[in-house]
């Protein structure tokens, strides 16, 4: 029977007492404790695999393939490992969510995450599959469908030699990828969401250090429902919203101030996520803690939506900058206010295509992330002590009549109470 992650983790600190932050390592640095070998043509796993140092050494090169599994299964999860090619680099993967040993050839049934040099983070479905966007599905080859997803980003890995990390996040049935901190793959309805975790040995030689795991919290519930827009309100101006295949998407209105869609439910300290796309030259963003303004509350007109704000806009700009929104101080985010470009702006976020934006709301603290890049860190207690909590509001900003019409759009938006 597979045992949940919470079964699997009391079993491993057992042996190791997770680390703060609530990891525990797979990898206990001395031995292979927790782990059990598979290999193709009756090759020993000590001509494969030992430990030196500290670190997992993988000599693959011209050796059949095989894998190193964990005994135990997981779901729900962030796995981080490291790893470098010691020598000019080659193929290899970790495998997640792994169930039939021997699928195919030496691999079992599971979902890829691929290490291979320069393509670090592909999808590679064996025997399962995932959802990813059109454009990633490899073509077809002469045995038919390909089973490779590939990545969204290039350019992630450090070069051979050097330490690279990644994260994968397993929530279920959604995969996420990061390396050294960007985020470079993510697939959703995956057939599978629970296994074992198996390292390739696939003819080529590396190194591991880190191989830690951390459960990932309960309590991420979708902010839409997918299919309409009964638990948001407009608030302020004249743009309209439509629903289409899990999207909302907001398009400008002439004339018309600022326009908001805000959600019902009001939230204080909390972690969203989400992906979003924009008109080249539209401005927009995410309201978060904001409300309608009371007519005791200054010099904007009573229920004017305000708050603080997380800039949208083309790059190189100031996406994921804080914005104080109708509150009469501009930028919250100090970058902004600087005349260095080099400071006040950045091209972290990609030009016509999905852009996937985190940000934590913890007290006075707002921390956002775009792609896996960190933005923003503000710290300010003027604007929490006026706005501890409050709505949700995905903004359309207002445009004149020779830019109209142009839309944003998001999805997959999600979040969670800290």
Known sequence: MKKTMTL????????????????????????????????????????????????????????????????????????????????TGGNNGCLIHCSKPRFMSVWPQSIEVQLMKDNAGDFWVIGENIDVNPEQVAPAGKNGPSRRRINLVDGAEKP???????????????IEV?????????????????GAICLQAERANAEFRTVRIRELSAGWKPL?????????????????????????TGTTAVPSPNTFLATKAQYGDFELEFE??????????????SRSRDAAEGKFPPGRFYGPQVEIEAGPGQAGFIYGEATGRGWLSPEPKSKDPAVNQHSHFKNGAWNHFRIVARGPRIQTFINGVPIADLSDGEI??????????????????????????????????L
């Open 276 to 289: 979003t796309m924009v008109h080249d030259r539209l401005n927009s963003g995410v309201q978060i803690r």
């Open 384 to 417: 929490y002590k006026s706005h501890p909590k409050g709505q949700i509001g995905l903004q359309v900003h207002a445009v004149n009549a020779k830019l109209h019409p142009m839309s944003v759009s998001w999805r997959n938006l999600k979040i969670r109470d």
């Open 178 to 194: 990061f390396v050294n901190g960007r985020l470079v793959n993510k697939g959703w309805n995956a057939s599978v969401s629970e």
């Open 160 to 174: 051979s030699g050097e330490w690279n990390t990644m994260n994968i996040f397993a929530r279920g049935n959604t």
């Open 8 to 87: 699997c983790l009391a079993g491993l600190v057992s042996a190791a007492v997770a680390n703060e932050g609530g990891w525990t390592p797979l990898f206990n640095g001395k031995d292979f404790t927790g782990w059990s070998f598979d290999t193709l043509d009756k090759v020993q796993p000590e001509e494969i695999w030992s430990v030196k140092d500290g670190t997992i050494i993988v000599q693959g090169k011209g050796k059949p393939n095989g894998v190193m599994r964990t005994d135990k299964s997981y779901s729900n999860y962030e796995l981080e490992i490291e790893w470098r090619w010691p020598d």
């Open 224 to 248: 839409f429902n997918g299919k309409d827009l009964s638990e948001f309100d407009i608030e302020d101006g004249n743009a309209t919203f439509a629903v289409k295949d899990g999207v909302i």
